[in-house]
């Protein structure tokens, strides 16, 4: 039987039925008339939750990531077509001749010194977004930043062993060496040994059949590297995480026609935490939460061939995994948030949870909190903030709401 080709990511095409859905839940979606006719439409895997991305991720689904014109021939380089290299208004420059000045430091006091640069332009593309700051237990004067550096391709790390007074670098921390991009979201953490650790997002395209259907899809994973010199060296990554593309053949409905079901994960927003085992404090766990995101298509092919989709549903749950062998292992994810339903229509579910971030007591107790936008949507109405308690190092939790509040109307990336 001949084989169609189906693209995921930006290029997924598939044809939707809306015939069977009522008019009212496509309400207020002038982009989405309701007919009964199929139509090509563009569905793309990110398209129920870009506008929840930020850094990288975000700039690379909108084509704004200015790493993307030199990926000549990178999957990624075609499946998200790059516009015009510029953030914000700021074009990248001409190359650059040497490192940036740095901001002269003055004298120590108990108030805060004058803003100090740390970060240097080295190419044609002079930003660098997302810092991350983290403290060595064992010496307070030892500093690591972790950022994300356009000049680069993953995240690169800054050093000071005076407070902050100076600072060496920029060192590269690389992303695994079978995926084909960083996607930003450092974060730096310590454990008592004065190890430091460095957790990014990778991304890469993976490949997947459905019946007569081949495809191609963007997926993810959290690479964690560790330095045992300070940060000026990092391992090579090894991926604490990973999302992978889904297919399954359910039962026939009542038609007897085969529903296939299409699911498309990426892992976004990672936070990491080092602290002491609830089974044993004088042994430290690495614990890496993040929020999964994944978009179902339920899909038929009629006579055998032609793909035909309902419309998507994204799911959303924070999840975690840890190592307890300063991170060659990892554990399997554990669901710590519930996971919610966004999909369309005027009264259809809109919820997101985002932004986790874990902390670990001094007696072992693991902490961890994020944000749902409740039903109305994100960037809409009102959320709340949940905190989740674990005392078995993070195998079983107990959630309560902390507080509610009015979301402001704008993605603040």
Request: charged share 15%; net charge negative.
């Given at each position: 039987m001949t084989r169609r080709f189906l693209t995921v990511s930006v290029h997924l095409i598939l044809l939707f039925i809306t015939a069977s859905f009522p008019s009212s839940a496509l309400a207020g979606h002038e982009q989405e008339p309701n007919f009964s006719v199929p139509r090509?439409?563009?569905?793309?895997?990110?398209?129920?939750?870009?506008?929840?991305?930020?850094?990288?991720a975000w700039l690379i689904t909108e084509g704004l990531d200015p790493r993307l014109t030199t990926l000549n021939g990178n999957p990624l380089g075609k499946l998200f077509q790059p516009q015009e290299a510029k953030v914000r208004g700021i074009s990248p420059q001409a190359s650059v001749g040497g490192a940036g000045p740095l901001v002269p430091y003055r004298d120590p006091s108990q108030k805060f010194s004058r803003n100090i640069l740390v970060t240097r332009d080295f190419s044609r593309?002079?930003?660098?977004?997302?810092?991350?700051?983290?403290?060595?237990?064992?010496?307070?004067?030892?500093?690591?930043?972790?950022?994300?550096?356009?000049?680069?391709?993953g995240i690169t790390t800054y050093n000071s062993i005076d407070g902050g007074a100076t600072w060496e670098g920029p060192y590269q921390v690389k992303y695994p060496i079978d995926d084909l991009g960083a996607a930003g979201d450092p974060v730096i953490a310590f454990d008592r040994k004065g190890n430091a650790y460095?957790?990014?997002?990778?991304?890469?395209?993976?490949?997947?059949?459905?019946?007569?259907?081949?495809?191609?899809?963007?997926?993810?994973?959290?690479?964690?590297?560790?330095?045992?010199?300070?940060?000026?060296t990092w391992s090579e990554p090894i991926a604490s995480a990973r999302s992978h593309v889904t297919t399954s053949v359910p039962e026939p409905d009542e038609e007897n026609l085969p529903r296939y079901e299409l699911a498309l994960p990426f892992l976004d927003k990672p936070w990491l935490t080092v602290g002491p085992s609830k089974e044993n404090t004088d042994q430290d766990v690495i614990y890496v939460t993040y929020t999964k995101f994944e978009t179902r298509f339920k899909i038929f092919f009629l006579f055998d061939v032609e793909p035909f989709s309902e419309i998507p549903v994204t799911e959303t749950s924070i999840e975690m995994v840890r190592s307890e062998d300063?991170?060659?292992?990892?554990?399997?994810?554990?669901?710590?948030?519930?996971?919610?339903?966004?999909?369309?229509?005027?009264?259809?579910?809109?919820?997101?949870?985002?932004?986790?971030?874990?902390?670990?007591?001094?007696?072992?107790?693991?902490?961890?909190?994020?944000?749902?936008?409740?039903d109305d949507d994100s960037f809409e109405g009102r959320a709340e903030i949940y905190v989740a308690r674990s005392e078995d190092n993070g195998r079983t939790f107990v959630t309560s709401r902390a507080s509610d509040f009015n979301e402001i109307g704008f993605n603040a990336r």
């Open positions: 090509p439409l563009d569905a793309s895997m990110m398209d129920a939750f870009q506008r929840n991305l930020s850094g990288s593309i002079p930003f660098q977004t997302e810092p991350s700051l983290a403290i060595d237990p064992k010496d307070p004067e030892h500093l690591i930043l972790g950022v994300i550096d356009y000049s680069f391709p460095a957790a990014a997002i990778s991304v890469d395209v993976e490949e997947f059949t459905l019946h007569t259907a081949v495809g191609d899809a963007t997926v993810s994973a959290i690479p964690i590297s560790v330095s045992r010199d300070g940060g000026f300063g991170g060659l292992t990892w554990s399997n994810p554990v669901s710590v948030s519930p996971i919610v339903l966004s999909t369309q229509g005027e009264n259809a579910p809109k919820r997101v949870v985002q932004g986790s971030q874990p902390s670990v007591a001094p007696d072992g107790t693991l902490y961890v909190t994020w944000m749902d936008s409740t």
